[in-house]
């Protein structure tokens, strides 16, 4: 690496994590004349199976983590819960792209939520739950239904509870652990929108078309590219990336995933209007359509922008694109979707298909002039 | 892998050589969940930073082409000098494809073109080499200018000495080292193209679109999809590419390089017509642009082929793609590259950049309706 901070061909990359995110980078990095180090808890996750080399550790581990760091020239993640304490070891000895203040910002809820205000980013109602005397005194402010969440490490749905009218919301807070939480207001969405983008070593900005996204089980199921949304909600939700990749002084890909509202206004007219409901400080899931549909993938954006390259182009292949996850078994159909025309299909090397282990997914890119 | 020669998620195909086209076969092979296992000459070659695993050998260690097997579900290569003993040995432990036949055919230029004409193929006039005086005997019937060629191993102009009026060809047989050589003679070309297809394990067959090729010092220095050239004769060149694999009864990618020739009939009229010059029975450098210009990349198609699965679609993103090699210190531009709007840069992992190495490539996509 050039005193700059900009990567040269051959330099590697040290991914933080194994998973099918970092393996997806890997590659990305690969097609760029990158090297990949793994930092992995097992040689045969999926990112270990493509990359040059992979460290074997875990985080509390300061001796695996300095050999880390000395075989390679940059440092990111595929998750948003490496310990603030991990990635302080790193960036003492590498660049952490994106740093550690992104992180911290990003992996507590509640920190989330305050800093979104902070910057005038709108946000459901929330407030933080330490003690089920808390969580009494804010539902009454909140009103019901609302979320009950564990702060931190938290995903497809876990560690969360919904509080409806009648709910036993003491037994919730034991559910969760008794650990600190955040309630949260339910938003009554018109539908889930999220923005990929990425922001440069140099400030500079690409984002991806805003995407709908559908769940099930708490699982993103699909993403449409692009969202169905007026023209100025997609500005809007641009405008709110945009903001908070500045505020963070970012460098990489963010995800953040929104609520798109319709209310009516007191002339009677339609207007849409987003919240932020979560910011991931990484490559993201409803952006994997960009492997096959856009000019540049998420993991190259990601990839470039963490090496000081230029970010790529954004621009989207055919009128619309549709990805879909291959959740557990759902993977064994790989055989009629790899003989589906069209179908873009991608398997993680993952070994066992337990349910709600996301195995793959499948793009569909629909050209031009076809609906 | 089943009884039926179909490979499962998971298996691991293995490539014979560690080049920039195992290279990106393996990046494809790790987006559809397989594993890809390198035989290579060194750790440090362009496919071994990407691949599960290496086995460090040459074609004639039986040893470590049985370790190599042992190791791995099917085979297949990346260049077509794989030694016929090798080929051999291999394909009685485990499928090789495309098969030993296909390699027998497409090794010796005299033998390909032997080949070409019995299934009614077109070539140019050749004659097979053994001695100066073989050679004095038949540039007398197929005139001059002429190329004398080695008829094996011969590769981006390596080995070849073109014979022109007054040309000393004792000299040039000698200069060739005396070897088994093909005298050619020489088309009047209007284009070089290319058909860039598969053929599945059933049989099925999918093809990219014609493209067109531009040399410089005999290296391929760009590749244009699809070739401007009138629908017949595109018709004429697949409806060739088709029988030479059905013929071969091949199993994987192809490349069918061809002459386009344009004459006056009788008539006073323009007739196109297509000779071909050269078969690799492999991935190839004129199907590039695929990586980015098509549904599904050469690379992919190839592994599909190879691991009994559905051929993909090969349709086309855009109106046209253009694919550029960089060549030697071309690739030093690889930060302007990485900076063009649109540009899609590919570079191959290799150390020095060498006069004549191919470092890496660029490809662009006109979109529909952009000249």
Redesign the interface.
């Known amino acids: 690496m050039k005193p700059d901070g900009v990567l040269q061909?051959?330099d590697t990359i040290g991914v933080l994590g194994g998973g099918q995110l970092g393996?997806m980078m890997?590659?990305a990095a690969?097609?760029?004349?990158?090297?990949t180090h793994i930092f992995a808890q097992a040689s045969d996750e999926p990112a270990c199976?493509?990359?040059?080399a992979h460290t074997l550790g875990d985080f509390a581990e300061d001796a695996a983590l300095a050999r880390f760091a000395d075989a390679v020239d940059v440092v990111t993640y595929e998750f948003e819960n490496v310990p603030a304490s991990a990635a302080a070891f790193l960036a003492a000895r590498r660049p952490v792209r994106p740093g550690p203040f992104a992180l911290e910002k990003t992996q507590d809820r509640v920190i989330e939520k305050d800093f979104l205000n902070s910057i005038g980013v709108p946000t459901v109602p929330y407030a933080a739950v330490d003690d089920a005397g808390a969580l009494i005194r804010h539902i009454g402010q909140i009103g019901r239904p609302a979320i009950l969440k564990t702060r931190r490490f938290g995903y497809d749905g876990k560690g969360q509870i919904m509080l409806r009218e009648g709910s036993d919301v003491g037994a919730a807070f034991r559910a969760l652990g008794q650990t600190p939480c955040i309630l949260e207001g339910v938003a009554q969405f018109e539908r889930e929108i999220s923005v990929v983008a990425a922001r440069g070593l140099d400030g500079s900005f690409a984002a991806y078309d805003v995407c709908e996204n559908l769940h099930e089980n708490h699982i993103l199921s699909e993403t449409r590219a692009p969202a169905e949304i007026a023209p100025q909600t997609a500005a809007a939700a641009m405008d709110i990336t945009h903001r908070i990749l500045d505020a963070l002084d970012y460098v990489g890909v963010i995800a953040v995933e929104m609520f798109e509202l319709a209310e009516t206004d007191a002339a009677g007219r339609r207007v849409e209007r987003v919240l932020v409901n979560e910011v991931a400080p990484r490559v993201h899931n409803s952006g994997h359509w960009t492997l096959?549909g856009a000019?540049?993938s998420q993991f190259e954006q990601h990839v470039?922008a963490i090496a000081g390259?230029?970010l790529?182009?954004p621009?989207r292949?055919?009128a619309r694109v549709v990805m879909n996850n291959l959740i557990g078994e759902a993977?064994d159909g790989?055989?009629r979707l790899?003989?589906e025309?069209?179908a873009?299909?991608?398997?993680?090397?993952?070994?066992e298909a337990r349910s709600g282990r996301k195995m793959?997914h499948v793009t569909r890119?629909f050209p031009?002039g076809e609906a």
């Open positions: 061909p051959g393996r890997a590659l690969a097609r760029l004349g990158l090297k199976q493509v990359a040059a096959d000019i540049t470039r390259w230029p790529g182009s621009r292949h055919g993977a790989w055989r790899a003989a025309p069209g873009c299909l991608h398997l993680y090397g993952k070994g793959g890119i031009k």
